[in-house]
């Protein structure tokens, strides 16, 4: 598979509210602040997300500012509709609530601004986890190929932060604490990624794209009793490395950070070894933002881009290529080999 670019993207989360600032805060390994009486600063408080507001509106609102920075590139595209397809967050019925909202929302900031109307008549959204940016990637390229539009918007989004979510992961022993140090810290993010089969003011190809379900990968780890065994894993990256020829330079991992999931990266890289990087380069959203649920794939495609492509001023040489992966905690895997695009 070949000739699926990113021509443009927007994300919001807490370390910062556009792309560049939030993943410029990530690279910096900024992961927490603290207010302090004694020293003398200004700040500035997010009318977006009140510290009260349940999953759904976090979600919501963090997918309005992601959105925002998308527009001026919908705008300048000068077409009559643009296809959406969403990642959406899991349980199904709570995705499918979200689905409904955004795409009355996003209509509603896309004739605001004067964009293209959103068309959420095909395909729609995928329920599938961490994995879902990749599956709906997949749904972007069948509508690119079949239905012949120019440009599809994929977005991801979701909120693991707000009270009634983070007492459900306590309650399942899920969250980190001394008694739990293999547990995640919740997060949340949202990400837009504007893609077609033009390399015009592309920002990134996507060399390879697939995903799959073993769901008996993980049918043990949620009951607590899990022994790793990378064999979902292990399969994706074969499938991911057909075709392709020496090493990708760097791993990007849409995880939580834990001990199990360390376990399933180590086997399936040891079993693909020849297609990891050498030195292994390793990155992980959980280590910078925590659990972000459902838009884990796609902050992990943007922490490759920007690497893929780092600004000059922090002197640092570009990576070529990148393998991009996210798992769901029922076993859907997906995962995607980039290239850099040299701008």
């Given at each position: 598979m070949n000739g699926l670019w990113i021509n443009a993207v927007g994300m919001a989360g807490p370390v910062g509210l556009y792309s560049a600032a939030a993943l410029a805060a990530m690279r910096a390994g900024l992961t927490q602040f603290e207010l302090d009486d004694e020293i003398d600063f200004s700040i500035s408080k997010s009318s977006y997300l009140e510290p009260g507001a349940s999953r759904a509106q976090r979600t919501l609102a963090l997918m309005e500012i992601a959105f925002a920075e998308m527009l001026r590139a919908l705008v300048e595209l000068g077409l009559t509709s643009i296809p959406l397809v969403l990642a959406l967050p899991s349980p199904e019925e709570h995705g499918r609530t979200i689905q409904a909202q955004a795409s009355k929302a996003l209509s509603r900031m896309s004739a605001e601004n004067g964009a293209p109307p959103i068309d959420v008549s095909n395909r729609g959204g995928v329920v599938a986890g961490r994995a879902g940016t990749m599956h709906a990637l997949s749904l972007a390229r069948e509508l690119l190929d079949g239905d012949k539009v120019p440009f599809v918007l994929v977005g991801a989004m979701d909120s693991l932060v707000d009270s009634v979510t983070v007492e459900?992961?306590?309650?399942?022993?899920?969250?980190?604490?001394?008694?739990?140090?293999?547990?995640?810290?919740?997060?949340?993010?949202?990400?837009?990624?504007?893609?077609?089969?033009?390399?015009?003011?592309?920002?990134?190809?996507?060399?390879?794209?697939?995903?799959?379900?073993?769901?008996?990968?993980?049918?043990?780890?949620?009951?607590?009793?899990?022994?790793?065994?990378?064999r979902g894993l292990t399969e994706l990256f074969a499938r991911l490395s057909r075709g392709l020829d020496g090493r990708v330079e760097g791993v990007f991992s849409g995880q939580p950070h834990g001990e199990f999931w360390g376990r399933e990266f180590s086997y399936a890289y040891l079993r693909?070894?020849?297609?990891?990087?050498?030195?292994?380069?390793?990155?992980?959203?959980?280590?910078?933002?925590?659990?972000?649920?459902?838009?884990?794939?796609?902050?992990?495609?943007?922490?490759?881009?920007?690497?893929?492509?780092?600004?000059?001023?922090?002197?640092?040489?570009?990576?070529?290529?990148?393998?991009?992966?996210?798992?769901?905690?029922?076993?859907?895997?997906?995962?995607?080999?980039?290239?850099?695009?040299?701008?």
């Open positions: 459900q992961f306590d309650r399942a022993g899920l969250l980190l604490s001394p008694e739990s140090p293999d547990g995640r810290i919740p997060g949340e993010a949202a990400v837009f990624l504007l893609v077609s089969n033009e390399h015009r003011s592309a920002r990134a190809q996507i060399l390879a794209l697939d995903h799959l379900q073993h769901p008996e990968s993980f049918a043990a780890y949620l009951h607590g009793q899990a022994s790793a065994h990378a693909n070894a020849p297609f990891m990087p050498e030195p292994l380069y390793h990155r992980d959203v959980g280590a910078e933002l925590g659990d972000v649920g459902a838009a884990a794939g796609a902050v992990a495609i943007l922490q490759a881009m920007d690497e893929l492509n780092p600004s000059p001023r922090l002197y640092l040489a570009p990576r070529e290529t990148a393998l991009v992966y996210a798992v769901s905690d029922r076993g859907d895997f997906g995962g995607c080999v980039l290239r850099r695009v040299s701008r």
